[in-house]
């Protein structure tokens, strides 16, 4: 009998690990943070008490708040903008019988290999003491200083960073999608006399859909949980300029010791991201 239960039930147990993960440290974590989000607890002590939605009432009146919200939809926005069209622009090239095809297509992946940390401690060191060089030298004045201290150009260099590592993903996913378009179709369509453009957009878009689909919820899951580039490269500054949601809830778990108010801004950041989503799926549903 024990030997036909488990041929019989083996499978749950495979079913129950990930299940039993899943509930420890995804959705116990979530219910805690939860519950905390309605307290005033400061982290450092086993004491505090329940206030109700009075951390969720001053949220929406914290400037620190507003700011961020500010900074992570532009930083979003660019980001999905960013990541398709770059992403499909190059991966339309490498999709080309062009000379050392290989080498670029390795070279253009390169960046999705490095720790985000690491790529922005590098370019930390570039934005300080290598770009006002070249400023210099070409005699641009606004590449002269750190365009990490300006809080007229520190967003647009965290972007650049930002898509300079980001974009790896996206080109290998649109060039693994316009590889499996069929042949034939794009040919009959040559045949009868469609340009590269007819091509691209009444063709290769069509089929890309999924792939573009894809790459907006990396881009937009990438842009609203934002934290370690931008921890690297500016830390938040000059001015909270590139503070973003995941920054702030750091900041004020562990700089300002109030843990009970990070995890409402948590809480909030979680409604939006699944509301986000949910819009998302729908409308990619209409274009399937």
């Excluded at 004491?47 to 700011?67: A, L, P, Q, V």
Aim: aromatic share 16%; proline share 4%.
């Amino acid at each position: 009998m024990k030997g036909k239960f488990l041929t019989r039930n083996w499978g749950y147990l495979f079913v129950m690990v990930p299940i039993m993960l899943q509930l420890i440290f995804f959705f116990y974590p979530l219910l805690r943070g939860f519950m905390y989000s309605l307290t005033n607890w400061s982290g450092l002590t086993r004491n505090y008490d329940y206030i109700g939605f009075e951390n969720f009432t001053r949220i929406f009146s914290d400037n620190r708040f507003i700011t961020s919200i500010q900074f992570t939809v532009v930083f979003t926005l660019a980001l999905i903008i960013g990541e398709i069209v770059i992403g499909l622009a190059v991966a339309l090239l490498l999709n080309e019988k062009i000379p050392a095809i290989g080498f670029f297509r390795t070279a253009y992946f390169f960046p999705a290999v490095l720790s985000t940390v690491t790529v922005g401690l590098i370019f930390n060191q570039l934005f300080n003491y290598g770009v006002p060089q070249i400023g210099e030298w070409l005699n641009i004045e606004w590449l002269q200083g750190n365009l990490l201290a300006n809080p007229k150009t520190v967003v647009g260099g965290v972007i650049f960073v930002a898509l300079w590592q980001g974009v790896a993903m996206p080109i290998i996913i649109f060039l693994a999608g316009i590889q499996s378009i069929p042949t034939d179709i794009t040919e009959a369509a040559q045949i009868d006399g469609a340009n590269k453009w007819e091509l691209f957009f009444k063709i290769k878009l069509p089929y890309l859909l999924p792939s573009i689909s894809m790459v907006f919820i990396l881009a937009l899951k990438s842009g609203l949980t934002a934290f370690d580039n931008i921890y690297a490269l500016t830390g938040g500054g000059p001015q909270n300029k590139t503070t973003s949601l995941g920054l702030l809830v750091y900041n004020t778990a562990f700089k300002t010791n109030e843990v009970g108010y990070a995890n409402a801004i948590a809480v909030v950041l979680f409604i939006i991201i699944v509301v986000i989503s949910v819009i998302q799926m729908r409308i990619s549903k209409k274009f399937e």
